[in-house]
């Protein structure tokens, strides 16, 4: 059987149309990119100019036999940082536990408290599956209207874009991360997960699983007081 290759444009105008063509792809490609750099170009901050807040979210990145990976790690210290530094009142740890042999938000809590977060100040959300869902239910489940997010640098212009889209006012904390496979790998991904965001943020579906209210966040608040 004959493969037929597919032919280029012989003329210069079918020449000239096919670059636009593929110009065109470029530009729309990049357009979600561009909307996340330039909706949260004003809220990134740093762990010492971070507003003070009630609440911050860390999001999940893996679990290595059963603890925090080293990027989820950073993440957990920046917000055991943040709080020993009296700028955050309650930790709201988000990821995945869909299946039993799997749970950051346990992980999390247990890393946390070994680095001086009190067990009565985190809160666990078992169903943040993905960006999107976590920062939709920090919201409406939780009861979050304000908060710091912390994830890697490369990821944190996303979550603070989407918790937006969801109605949590946010500042993000990008934490730095050794430019390793992960990282560059990361930073690929966002460029297509871009895609996602904005039509998360457009459609604004819900999330995997949504269930009743938790009245965690507001009970940990209280407890502090």
């Given at each position: 059987m004959r493969i037929r290759r597919p032919?280029?444009?012989?003329?210069?105008?079918?020449q000239r149309?096919?670059?636009?063509?593929?110009?065109?792809?470029c530009v729309l490609a990049l357009?979600?990119?561009t909307w996340l750099y330039?909706?949260?170009?004003?809220r990134l901050r740093t762990t010492a100019d971070v507003p003070r807040t009630e609440v911050a979210v860390v999001f999940g990145a893996g679990l290595w036999d059963g603890e925090p990976s080293p990027y989820l790690a950073h993440r957990l210290d920046a917000a055991a940082r943040l709080y020993e530094a009296g700028r955050i009142e309650v930790v709201l740890v988000t990821g995945d536990n869909s299946r039993e042999d799997y749970d950051e938000p346990d992980a999390m809590r247990?890393?946390?408290?070994?680095?001086?977060?009190?067990?009565?100040?985190?809160?666990?959300?078992?169903?943040?599956f993905d960006t999107w869902d976590s920062c939709v239910r920090a919201k409406k489940i939780f009861g979050v209207d304000r908060a710091v997010l912390i994830s890697q640098d490369f990821h944190i212009r996303r979550a603070v874009a989407l918790c937006e889209a969801a109605g949590v006012d946010s500042y993000g904390v990008g934490?730095?991360?050794?430019?390793d496979v992960t990282w560059y790998y990361g930073g690929t991904r966002e460029v297509?997960?871009?895609?996602?965001?904005?039509?998360?943020?457009l459609f604004e579906p819900d999330p995997r699983f949504l269930g009743p209210?938790?009245?965690?966040?507001?009970?940990?608040?209280a407890a502090g007081r």
């Open positions: 032919r280029l444009p012989r003329t210069r105008t079918g149309r096919l670059v636009q063509a593929l110009m065109a792809v357009l979600p990119a330039v909706s949260t170009a004003d247990a890393y946390l408290t070994k680095h001086g977060v009190p067990d009565t100040r985190i809160v666990s959300d078992y169903a943040g934490v730095a991360a050794k430019h297509f997960a871009a895609g996602k965001a904005a039509l998360d943020a209210k938790e009245p965690g966040v507001a009970r940990a608040l």
